[in-house]
């Protein structure tokens, strides 16, 4: 296939027929960008995607499905087009939605300009730090392309994908200065919720610092320790949430929300949570070469961790130190629980 062009998928006409409705371009075609495309699917919003794997791409088209991800899940092709070109989704997409981990956005990002993002409006569904700087996706996105806090959304909580395409009861949160309702209202159905804040900054980062208590919480179950001191190190981790966010001068009006302890409590106790997943292997004593082979993927709170020293000092708050202990020296995350003890 020349990778020159990008595709139109399944009926011709809707080139015309669509012409003037509101198209979302997206990029993301991991399990989260493939359920938020669904749940835009089933809605019959015109959404333009994005595939880097043009083998995937050729797949969706036959089968209807994203191999590699969900692959039951089938998507009403009217309302799709498919591009192996990422500049094309700026052609014509007034809204730009990104949902790919954090670590390939810049990659996905390559060849695009400040031009490109000129009068589109962005929303990042992405739970994760970008680059060296450990960079807030609205940070950025305003360094690199001019995106301006009034062009960015943030949509995140407790969510899931595997129950997102399943068409399970979700809630989200809209982080966002704009309207609330401009965009947000794309997303909405019987099933799937979106609750708004003005706080993007603040939802960004709770988004980021779950992902690292979820692998806290993930060691001490592998540690064979009950759900009552788990429940206590959950209490303690919002609690240094809260503290963090007070260092960093994020006033949060009400941490009772779906987007910081709903997505807390989701990642920090759901068997789909790769990152309490990693943290249980970290627990059981496996090496971090041999729990990344089992998960096949890297969860997002690993590399989170990593970075999060740029942002602040991690030896102030004793659970992300914790947990960074044990990510470094598996083997010694007994001892470093009994040392956490003393501080909670």
């Known amino acids: 296939m020349n990778n020159s062009f990008y595709l139109y998928a399944y009926k011709s006409f809707k080139t015309v027929y669509f012409e003037h409705c509101m198209r979302m371009g997206v990029i993301g075609t991991g399990s989260w960008g493939t ?11 015109l959404v333009k995607w994005y595939f880097h794997d043009e083998q995937a791409l050729n797949y969706l088209l036959k089968h209807h499905a994203n191999p590699n991800h969900f692959p039951d899940v089938k998507f009403n092709l009217d309302y799709l087009i498919l591009t192996n070109e990422n500049q094309s989704i700026f052609e014509d997409c007034e809204v730009i939605l990104l949902a790919c981990p954090s670590a ?30 450990a960079l807030f996706v609205s940070e950025y996105l305003e360094q690199e392309f001019g995106v301006t806090p009034a062009q960015f959304a943030v949509l995140s909580g407790p969510s899931h994908a595997e129950e997102v395409v399943q068409q399970k009861i979700t809630f989200l949160q809209w982080g966002s200065l704009q309207n609330f309702n401009n965009y947000s209202h794309y997303f909405e159905s019987d099933y799937f919720q979106v609750r708004n804040t003005n706080d993007y900054l603040g939802l960004q980062l709770a988004g980021i610092l779950k992902n690292v208590y979820a692998i806290s919480l993930g060691i001490v179950k592998g540690l064979n320790y009950g759900d009552n001191f788990r429940a206590a190190l959950c209490t303690a981790s919002s609690k240094e949430t809260m503290q963090i966010f007070q260092s960093l001068h994020y006033p949060v009006d009400d941490f009772l929300q779906y987007g910081y302890l709903g997505d807390l409590l989701v990642t920090a106790y759901s068997s789909h949570s790769r990152n309490r997943n990693l943290g249980i292997g970290i627990g059981q004593g496996k090496s971090i070469k041999t729990i990344f082979k089992e998960l096949n993927t890297i969860p997002e709170g690993f590399f989170t961790i990593q970075k999060l020293p740029q942002k602040l000092n991690i030896h102030d708050f004793p659970i992300l130190h914790f947990t960074k202990c044990c990510l470094d020296n598996p083997t010694l995350s007994p001892s470093y629980l009994t040392d956490l003890l003393k501080h909670l």
């Open 104 to 133: 390939y956005l810049p990659f996905n990002l390559q060849n695009i300009h400040k031009h490109h993002f000129q009068n589109k409006f962005v929303i990042s569904a992405i739970k994760g730090f970008i680059g060296e700087k």
């Open 35 to 45: 359920a938020l495309v669904k749940v835009l699917n089933k809605k019959g919003i």
